[in-house]
């Protein structure tokens, strides 16, 4: 009588990756010098503002991550300036929700010619129902 074997199935592990496997940088510039400015400006105040607290993160011009279909670059954003309140500070390479627990509080666009129209429409949506930001702002510089 020979002796029954059984493969195991394989198993997936499925593992998200962190923001020190994500990309954290396109190569693409601010739209002008005045945004550059801005975005330092409003980065630096808020900066300030949350060294008052024990908590906090300020970040800009980086990659936020929030779903799973980004790595595929199916649903990616890059936020100008955001704040997210309740998390360690310290720094980071790309803002990535899953690892951090928690969407930001707050994100801001400067508006420029070639980003205006999808800043209020398709980021709005995005940012409203998929990372679901309670604080969504756009400015003109």
Not at 56 to 66: A, E, I, R
Not at 78 to 85: E, M, N, S, Y
Request: charged share 25%; net charge negative; glycine share 4%.
């Amino acid at each position: 009588m020979s002796p029954i074997t059984t493969e195991a199935a394989p198993v997936a592990i499925t593992q998200l990756p962190t923001q020190y496997d994500l990309p954290c940088d396109d190569g693409i510039p601010m739209e002008t010098q005045r945004h550059f400015m801005q975005m330092q400006m409003l980065i630096d105040t808020l900066y300030h503002w949350l060294a008052q607290r024990e908590d906090g993160y300020v970040g800009g011009n980086m990659f936020l991550y929030f779903s799973a279909a980004q790595l595929k670059n199916e649903d990616f954003r890059g936020p100008d300036v955001f704040v997210v309140l309740g998390v360690p500070k310290g720094e980071r390479r790309s803002w990535v929700v899953w690892d951090e627990a928690q969407a930001p509080n707050v994100i801001i666009e400067l508006l420029s010619e070639s980003t205006a129209t999808n800043d209020k429409t398709e980021k709005k949506q995005v940012y409203q129902n998929k990372v679901r930001v309670p604080e969504y702002f756009w400015y003109d510089p």
